[in-house]
């Protein structure tokens, strides 16, 4: 699911991002992990905030490198990120560009054994 997460922030910045460039960092905050994916690209009306995580939500009129989407990855998000008790927001300015900020509570391991190590030139575990 965090792949996810990632993924879909970072595949928006690159779409909306024509000139500049995108930032992705992680960072501890207390008992929270950070991680944010900023950009410098064509940003985000201020009226079109408050609705840009629900389903089949789409800015009108926004460029884009493509035309491409159905207005369900940043609700896909939210709801990812609140099934593991975190948060999102969203800060953005036309012209400027945008900052997804996602909250996450650390979590514990689902195990208690250590995965597989992989030794160069063997196999991958499977």
Do not use: C
């Not at 009306?45 to 884009?64: I, K, N, Q, Y």
């Not at 035309?67 to 800060?91: D, I, K, N």
């Not at 996450?104 to 196999?123: I, K, M, V």
């Amino acid at each position: 699911m965090w792949e996810k997460v990632v993924l879909n922030l970072v595949a928006n910045a690159v779409k909306y991002t024509f000139v500049g460039r995108i930032t992705v960092s992680l960072r501890p905050d207390g008992d929270q992990v950070v991680l944010r994916v900023s950009d410098t690209g064509v940003g985000i009306p201020a009226g079109e905030l408050p609705a840009l995580f629900e389903r089949f939500h789409r800015v009108p009129d926004s460029p884009a490198r493509s035309r491409e989407g159905t207005g369900l990855g940043l609700a896909m998000v939210r709801e990812l990120v609140g099934l593991h008790g975190g948060t999102v927001a969203a800060e953005s300015e036309p012209g400027t560009g945008s900052t997804f900020t996602v909250r996450l509570p650390f979590g514990e391991p689902d195990t208690d054994t250590a995965p597989p190590r992989h030794r160069p030139g063997s196999a991958r575990p499977r």
